[in-house]
């Protein structure tokens, strides 16, 4: 099963996830009252996924946890995130989890070109801060220099008058 329609409900996105985890409505239901405190059954979800109960906004953080999602996907589709650019990464990774489920292999390889180019700007930043901590350990100097010739000045002000 997958969930490619843009007009696709919260509440079939909730069953389409819960059932990509191999999750029952009991499991998830002991779920989310685990992690709220809140009274939550098999019947609650039922009516979730059917749309016939609105979704607490407390279970939204909840369920994106469970399923391993942003909680922007469970309310669009990543074609709808890409037309707003609201939230480029999210769009990345509903990007990446649609390829996965289309092609593990290329998914695959993307993920590792993106580490490696993550990879490849985690040491840019590293030398950029190592040349800023000398540029500052300079000027630390500098200013330390600066301080010690005003007070020179300072006390030779002082004895002259």
Not at 37 to 53: K, M, P, Q, T, Y
Not at 67 to 86: C, H, M, P, V, W
């Amino acid at each position: 099963m997958k969930i490619e329609t843009i007009h696709a409900t919260v509440g079939e996105k909730i069953s389409y996830f819960r059932t990509k985890l191999g999750l029952s409505q009991v499991e998830l239901a002991e779920k989310l009252q685990e992690s709220t405190g809140e009274l939550c059954d098999r019947h609650a979800v039922s009516r979730f996924e059917n749309g016939h109960r609105k979704l607490p906004i407390n279970y939204v953080p909840i369920l994106a946890q469970i399923f391993g999602i942003t909680t922007d996907e469970l309310f669009y589709s990543a074609e709808q995130l890409r037309k707003t650019n609201k939230d480029p990464f999210g769009t990345q990774v509903a990007d990446y989890r649609k390829l996965a489920e289309d092609n593990p292999k290329e998914a695959a390889g993307k993920a590792l070109e993106a580490l490696l180019q993550a990879k490849n700007e985690v040491q840019t930043l590293k030398e950029q801060l190592r040349k800023c901590e000398e540029e500052l350990e300079k000027k630390s100097t500098l200013v330390k220099k600066y301080a010690a010739l005003s007070k020179m000045l300072n006390k030779l002000q002082e004895e002259d008058q």
